[in-house]
Nanobody, 124 residues
Framework: QVQLVESGGGLVQPGASLKLSCAAS????????MAWVRQSPGEGLEWVST????????????RYADSVKGRFTISRDDAKNTLYLQMNSLAPEDTAVYYC?????????????RGQGTQVTVSS
């Protein structure tokens, strides 16, 4: 069955960096676009970033929410079946549970299946 396992979260101070990982199994990782989404306490699910498959016509074509553009970088390693999110210049408003999700298509807004999430807390 599909499994997505996020890791790498933690408690950091404002301005710090973290790198999240998402280990995928149970499906052919390389043929699916992938995304990171997050959820803050009392808020709905917020899209963070999407990456296309490595063999798409425009390459992996990463895209980002305006709130993280220039600070976060999404990447994938198909040989390791792993999705990453490098997060720099973290701010308190980045505090959330971060989930990776498999997409049916690059522009899909259906973030399922997704993992159990990893908590990121940014606080001084």
């Amino acid at each position: 069955q599909v499994q997505l396992v996020e890791s790498g979260g933690g408690l950091v101070q404002p301005g710090a960096s973290l790198k999240l990982s998402c280990a995928a199994s149970g499906f052919t990782f390389s043929i699916y676009p992938m995304a990171w989404v997050r959820q803050s306490p009392g808020e709905g699910l917020e899209w963070v970033s999407t990456i296309d498959t490595s063999d798409s016509n425009e390459g992996t074509n990463p895209r980002y929410a305006d709130s993280v553009k220039g600070r976060f970088t999404i990447s994938r390693d198909d040989a390791k079946n792993t999705l990453y999110l490098q997060m720099n210049s973290l701010a308190p408003e980045d505090t959330a549970v971060y989930y990776c999700a498999r997409l049916g298509a690059y522009w899909s807004k259906i973030y399922h299946p997704r993992g159990q999430g990893t908590q990121v807390t940014v606080s001084s």
